[in-house]
Antibody, heavy 120, light 110 residues
Framework: HVQLQQSGPGLVKPSQTLSLTCVISGDSVSSNSAAWNWIRQSPSRGLEWLGRTYYRSKWFRAYAVSVKSRITINPDTSKNQFSLQLNSVTPEDTAVYYC??????????WGQGTPVTVSS | QSVLTQPPSASGTPGQRVTISCSGS????????VHWFQQLPGLVPKLLIYRNNQRPSGVPDRFSGSKSGTSASLAISGLRSEDEADYYC???????????FGGGTKLTVL
């Protein structure tokens, strides 16, 4: 049974970096059949996919165009987790952030969500 | 603006059958599977239907999904008060190379 446990600060100042971590249990971040995603949800933007990382003999990363210049998603095999870094945040980045596993063509498991507010 | 289009609201009375539509394009629904999520107030989106019409274990058969061309539908029969939630459609977009979602439909059980 796959579980995803998120952690990270709930308040970030404008222009700073938002950092979140998602710890995986019941699967491996290095799985050859899964992809590890970050998604956010806000009243103004709805559900928005941010990006993913996955391993297929080497590591791949893919990002949404809307955040491509500011985002990094990294796997950490030693801790079986993956992380999100979003730079130069503005109040528009205020949202609930979710990590999610993509496998067999759908997003079957989600983390518990982390509300993040961007405010000084 | 969401890539997939859903009606913002839907409603029905207990026992009724309601449907929620989801419209996309050839780069998403037209060329890949549609999935549906149910989000109860304050909770995480929960996978309700995957690969157009498959139900995960534990999802009642009152929920069903279908797809035709670049559109899809979620049907809920025998409506119950606990079905009151937001429902989202989702698909992989081959042009954007990422997941896209509908704007969500708020279902009210009258």
């Amino acid at each position: 049974h796959v579980q995803l446990q998120q952690s990270g600060p709930g308040l970030v100042k404008p222009s700073q970096t938002l950092s979140l971590t998602c710890v995986i249990s019941g699967d491996s971040v290095s799985s050859n059949s899964a992809a590890w995603n970050w998604i956010r949800q806000s009243p103004s933007r709805g559900l928005e996919w941010l990006g993913r990382t996955y391993y297929r003999s080497k590591w791949f990363r893919a990002y949404a165009v809307s955040v491509k210049s500011r985002i990094t998603i990294n796997p950490d095999t030693s801790k079986n987790q993956f992380s999100l870094q979003l730079n130069s945040v503005t109040p528009e980045d205020t949202a609930v952030y979710y990590c999610a596993r993509g496998s067999d063509g759908y997003l079957g498991y989600w983390g518990q969500g982390t509300p993040v507010t961007v405010s000084s | 603006q969401s890539v997939l289009t859903q009606p913002p609201s839907a409603s029905g009375t207990p026992g009724q059958r309601v449907t929620i539509s989801c419209s996309g394009s050839s780069s998403n629904i037209g060329s890949d599977y549609v999935h549906w999520f149910q989000q109860l107030p304050g909770l995480v989106p929960k996978l309700l239907i995957y690969r157009n019409n498959q139900r995960p274990s534990g999802v009642p058969d009152r929920f069903s999904g279908s797809k035709s061309g670049t559109s899809a539908s979620l049907a809920i029969s025998g409506l119950r008060s606990e079905d009151e939630a937001d429902y989202y459609c989702s698909a992989w977009d081959n042009s954007l190379s990422g997941w896209v979602f509908g704007g969500g439909t708020k279902l009210t059980v009258l």
